[in-house]
């Protein structure tokens, strides 16, 4: 497998999200136990121990598409993703995500969305996953559900995403690439879910529900994202 055009991170990335932090009223703590809609943060794949990463290498077979790899490195900032809404769901922000709810998984540093279809994966043949479309904008293929057990996405809880068209699950099964990109993970999804396709919530910044008084009228639907 070919790859091509690898970009270091953005050395800025831990100076914007402080900003957001300031602008927005985000809890860089662990003070919310849920996940909400606004929030950028990392996953963790609980099984191998890897977080979702992306970058702009270009997978050198199937969809051609930018790639999705699982990376061991807590600190890197090409991890991190921001959660959001689809065309047909809203993600007010501040919003607790709900299980069974539909989102979009935008990646921070090259705008483009957590994605998959019906092409074989580069190492284990298994259905890809890829980063598409531009600015946070793509198609179908971008909506993923949340799996839990509850009533919404806790931070601790290991929670699965199945996504909505194909019906597969995000996954990692171990195998690994060579260079350029030595030790990263394939990540795909798989039409079963297993402890390979568990996922939680980690390092990240956390937007904060608003406190509106009783009898307000909610505005936030002007605000969906940011």
């Known amino acids: 497998m070919a790859y091509l055009n690898y970009n270091v991170d953005h050395k800025y990335a831990p100076a914007f999200?402080?900003?957001?932090?300031?602008?927005?009223?985000?809890?860089?703590?662990?003070?919310l136990s849920f996940v909400t809609c606004?929030?950028?943060?990392?996953?963790?794949?609980v099984k191998h121990n890897v977080r979702l990463h992306s970058h702009d290498v270009r997978y050198g077979s199937g969809s051609g598409q930018q790639s999705v790899t699982g990376?061991?490195?807590?600190?890197?900032?090409?991890?991190?993703?921001?959660?959001?809404?689809?065309?047909d769901t809203l993600c007010h922000r501040g919003t607790p995500v709900?299980?069974?709810?539909?989102?979009?998984?935008?990646?921070?540093?090259?705008?483009?969305?957590?994605?998959?279809?019906?092409?074989?994966?580069?190492l284990s043949s298994n259905q890809e996953v890829s980063a598409f479309g531009e600015e946070g904008e793509g198609d179908n293929l971008d909506e993923w559900t949340v799996q839990c057990g509850g009533s919404v996405w806790k931070r601790e809880e290991?929670?699965?995403?199945?996504?909505?068209?194909?019906?597969?699950?995000?996954?990692?099964?171990?195998?690994?690439?060579?260079r350029p990109i030595h030790g990263q993970m394939e990540v795909h999804a798989m039409p079963s879910?297993?402890?390979?396709?568990?996922?939680?919530?980690?390092?990240?910044?956390?937007?904060?529900p608003s406190e509106m008084p009783a009898g307000s009228r909610d505005y936030s639907h002007s605000h969906t994202e940011f």
Not at 101 to 117: A, E, F, K, P, Y
Not at 158 to 178: K, N
């Open 17 to 31: 999200f402080l900003v957001l932090s300031c602008v927005f009223g985000l809890s860089l703590e662990t003070e």
């Open 193 to 208: 879910p297993s402890q390979h396709g568990l996922w939680k919530a980690m390092e990240g910044i956390f937007m904060k």
């Open 71 to 87: 990376v061991t490195a807590v600190e890197d900032s090409n991890s991190y993703w921001r959660v959001r809404g689809t065309g």
């Open 38 to 45: 606004g929030s950028v943060i990392k996953l963790l794949n």
């Open 158 to 178: 290991a929670i699965r995403f199945r996504h909505r068209a194909t019906d597969a699950v995000l996954s990692v099964t171990g195998e690994q690439y060579g």
């Open 98 to 122: 709900k299980c069974g709810q539909t989102i979009r998984l935008t990646h921070v540093n090259t705008g483009r969305n957590l994605h998959s279809h019906h092409f074989s994966s580069p």
